[in-house]
């Protein structure tokens, strides 16, 4: 199943990365899985929320700039080498991988990466024909 993240710009001071996850849970939105970066005087957050709908419509409301992506959440062998898994069927259809990073919690038995790819219905495609698990409403069952 595709997946709807959240890019939100901040900037770089401290508290602010809270501010998000105050806001957020304050509504009751479950942030499912993020990713929080910096470059220079900004920072930028990647994240997966169980109602990604509302939370746009909050942060929005709330003055801060959000973009909006489909991404895919796969199980991921849990052994070294493991991420290999997820990222030779890519590499052998010229798939570019943009990002991945991991769901919070151990969700399965195998870990869980929420992956960015372009384009985005090809690198589906791929995944499923070696036979990688794209995970739909189990990325929420917690």
Known sequence: M??????????????ELSKISDILGDEGINVKA??????????????VAD???????????RGYEVE???????ETP?????????????KSDNINVEFLYPAIGKLRKDAVLVVGAYPMEEAIK???????????????AL
Request: hydrophobic share 45%; aromatic share 2%.
């Open 2 to 15: 595709i997946l709807e993240q959240l890019t939100v710009a901040l900037s770089n001071e401290p508290g």
């Open 34 to 47: 993020i990713t929080a970066a910096v470059q220079g005087g900004s920072a930028c957050i990647h994240m």
């Open 51 to 61: 109602d990604p709908e509302k939370a746009c419509e909050i942060l929005v409301h």
């Open 68 to 74: 909006k992506r489909q991404v895919v959440a796969v």
């Open 78 to 90: 849990d052994h070294p080498g493991g991420l290999n898994a997820v990222l030779r069927p890519l």
């Open 126 to 140: 791929a995944l499923r024909r070696h036979y990688i698990t794209i995970l739909e409403k189990e990325l929420f």
